[in-house]
């Protein structure tokens, strides 16, 4: 896909969380597309604190009919979020399910004292009152397509966009 320049989406997020480094936040990446724009983010901000992951497998409130993710990854987070201003990274925000399910498990492991969302991606199809207040681009899709970001095994591991059909 090529109608979203990664690095113009990526630059204008920067620039957004600019401001909010007063508050010396500390990052945390939603496996898998979150993560690795949390480490980008994360680098490009210079931010202090080690950047956390958070795998919402078993956060999930389709969890009981999807069963086990095959690739559940282990959640990281390296520094206490009790009282910490927190940005939250996902690559595409859509339904707002996994957003919801990130802040539950963060919320486990204490009380923020804010929780910013950043998103490369914000698609039409929210299902719950979630809305990002960091977005790289905004997109309009069917109903039946998704957007997927990929991360290749090149030295510079480039990141690309792709639609996707739904089955079924």
């Given at each position: 896909?090529?109608?979203?320049?990664?690095?113009?989406?990526?630059?204008?997020?920067?620039?957004?969380?600019r401001p909010?480094?007063?508050?010396?936040p500390i990052m945390i990446g939603i496996h898998t597309?979150?993560?690795?724009l949390a480490e980008r983010l994360h680098r490009a901000l210079a931010l202090s604190e080690p950047l956390g992951t958070l795998d919402i497998s078993f956060y999930r409130d389709d969890f009981t009919r999807l069963g086990i993710n095959p690739q559940v990854k282990t959640s990281n987070l390296p520094v206490n979020v009790e009282d910490r201003h927190v940005i939250l990274v996902d690559d595409v925000l859509h339904t707002g399910r996994t957003i919801r399910a990130a802040m539950n498990e963060i919320f486990d492991y204490g009380r923020p004292a804010s929780v910013?969302?950043?998103?490369?991606?914000?698609?039409?199809?929210?299902?719950?009152?979630?809305?990002?207040?960091v977005v790289g681009e905004t997109l309009?899709?069917?109903?039946?397509?998704?957007?997927?970001?990929?991360?290749?095994s090149d030295p510079h591991a480039t990141l690309s966009l792709t639609i996707q059909e739904a089955d079924g």
């Open positions: 896909m090529s109608a979203v320049d990664i690095d113009a989406a990526l630059a204008r997020m920067i620039a957004a969380l909010r480094l007063a508050l010396q597309g979150g993560a690795w910013t969302l950043a998103v490369l991606i914000a698609r039409d199809g929210r299902e719950l009152p979630i809305q990002a207040e309009t899709l069917a109903k039946h397509q998704h957007i997927k970001l990929q991360r290749a």
